[in-house]
């Protein structure tokens, strides 16, 4: 993903913060294949990476305004893993 990509999340991270249920579902559609790919590698279970991806997604919008962090994507994949 090049710098202009990660601005782009980067700024749509900081408008979900603020409730913006569009900014997340962009936010969701880049990064939840990326997500549910690397949750695959690591438990080779198709089901159960799509569950824990999912809980992640939400666990995001209901912390969204506690989170901080300057890398949004990395927050995510951490807490993926």
């Known amino acids: 993903m090049d710098q202009g990509q990660n ?6 991270a900081a408008l979900v913060k ?3 249920e569009v900014a997340f579902n962009s936010l969701f559609n880049q990064l939840w294949e990326p997500m549910f790919g690397y949750a695959k ?5 198709e089901a159960l990476s799509q569950d824990i991806v999912q809980n ?3 666990d995001y919008w ?5 989170i901080e962090t300057t890398n ?3 927050y ?4 993926t893993r």
């Open 72 to 74: 949004i994507k990395a």
């Open 41 to 45: 590698s690591i438990l080779m279970d």
């Open 56 to 58: 992640v997604w939400v």
């Open 18 to 20: 603020g409730s913006n």
């Open 62 to 66: 209901n912390r969204r305004k506690q």
């Open 7 to 12: 601005d782009t999340i980067e700024k749509l």
């Open 76 to 79: 995510l994949f951490k807490a």
